[in-house]
């Protein structure tokens, strides 16, 4: 799930066997990226649009994504604020690359409660390439109950092992 290179929100649906919903959070503009975005948003042609949603199965949540884009490009890919990324860059079948630029494990108390589970939580970020440019960058959190259905993960074992 980390560090495949397919549809995080088909591959929800494929695990629950329940299509996924998008909840959108946020979608504002920022002139130059925050300092928490992962520094490859920094490669996109400003202004930036920044979206955020949580990533819903059967009223559960199981994901926490935010994307950065290029203003021009969000108007062109993101018109239905509510469907999944993949579905609205996969239309009309045209290919694309994505990269998987670095994982982490995150801590945070708007995630725990969400997510009504401890942390520390799993999280990527990787970038959507089309045509050798660089179209998005995208940040996902995960639900540590994907465990039921995918295993358990050392989660605890990484955050306690830290030297």
């Not at 999944?84 to 995630?111: C, H, M, Y």
Request: proline share 6%; glycine share 4%.
């Amino acid at each position: 799930m980390l560090l495949g290179d397919g549809s995080p929100t088909r591959h929800l649906r494929l695990l629950t066997g329940h299509e996924v919903k998008v909840k959108l959070i946020a979608m504002e503009y920022e002139h130059t990226a925050n300092q928490e975005a992962p520094i490859e948003v920094k490669e996109l042609d400003p202004p930036l649009l920044r979206r955020q949603v949580w990533l819903t199965c059967n009223s559960q949540t199981l994901a926490w994504a935010e994307s950065w884009w290029n203003h021009k490009e969000a108007k062109l890919h993101l018109k239905n604020k509510e469907q999944p990324i993949w579905k609205s860059l996969t239309q009309g079948r045209s290919e694309l690359f994505r990269e998987v630029d670095g994982l982490a494990l995150v801590n945070a108390d708007w995630l725990k409660a969400e997510f009504e589970e401890e942390g520390p939580f799993w999280s990527r970020h990787y970038r959507f390439f089309r045509q050798e440019r660089e179209l998005t960058v995208i940040r996902e959190v995960f639900n540590p109950q994907l465990e039921k259905w995918l295993g358990p993960t050392p989660r605890n074992e990484l955050k306690t092992n830290k030297k």
